[in-house]
């Protein structure tokens, strides 16, 4: 009997023996695998904050890049818009005895430039202000037969000048005037619109 209780105490020491090793191992293998779980989240963590960074910039490059699109469409729109305002003020001004004046004054100027004795005028084809007599009277001015053209167009005011046979013509529309000016004058108006060039 003193033996078996001996055996018993042995086969138990090796029991315990053995399942304090198990634990130790199982909680080595716990600390491990906890361990590569930390590291592997912070991997996963850093590449998804890097991803999520990047789609952010992304955002923000696109949103910038739209934002900065928009608003220069809003100053053209307003440049344009200022345009139309100025050319509808040009139309109620041909309208006007003052416009008479300016029309005769810029026959008499483009006419001077041409240099010739024979010229026609071609004036915006619904547009009554002169007659023959204004036309007649600056002939005598400038020493040179001035005459209207049978060629009819639209346009907002002023005239068109050419030689008789077609070879010189001056365009002194205010269509033409203002589609010279419109560069320099889209910059003035920006400038006034939004204190910068566009």
Do not use: W
């Amino acid at each position: 009997m003193a033996i078996t209780n001996e055996v018993l105490e042995d086969v138990q020491k090796e029991a315990q023996a053995i399942i304090l090793k198990a634990e130790n191992e199982a909680k080595q293998i716990l600390t491990t695998a906890k361990e590569h779980a930390d590291q592997n989240y912070q991997i996963v963590i850093s590449q998804a904050r890097g991803k999520a960074e990047n789609e952010r910039r992304k955002i923000a490059s696109v949103t910038e890049v739209e934002i900065r699109n928009r608003l220069l469409q809003t100053k053209e729109e307003l440049v344009d818009a200022a345009f139309e305002k100025t050319i509808t003020k040009l139309k109620k001004f041909t309208a006007t005895k003052e416009y008479k004046v300016y029309l005769l004054n810029l026959i008499e100027q483009t006419a001077k430039q041409i240099k010739s004795n024979s010229l026609l005028v071609q004036i915006d084809a619904k547009d009554k202000t002169l007659e023959q007599t204004d036309i007649d009277a600056l002939s005598k001015k400038l020493n040179c037969k001035l005459t209207f053209s049978s060629k009819t167009e639209e346009f907002i005011g002023g005239c068109k000048i050419e030689t008789e046979d077609g070879k010189i013509t001056y365009d002194n529309t205010i269509d033409n005037r203002l589609r010279e000016l419109k560069p320099a004058l889209r910059v003035e108006v920006a400038k006034i619109l939004f204190g910068e060039e566009t």
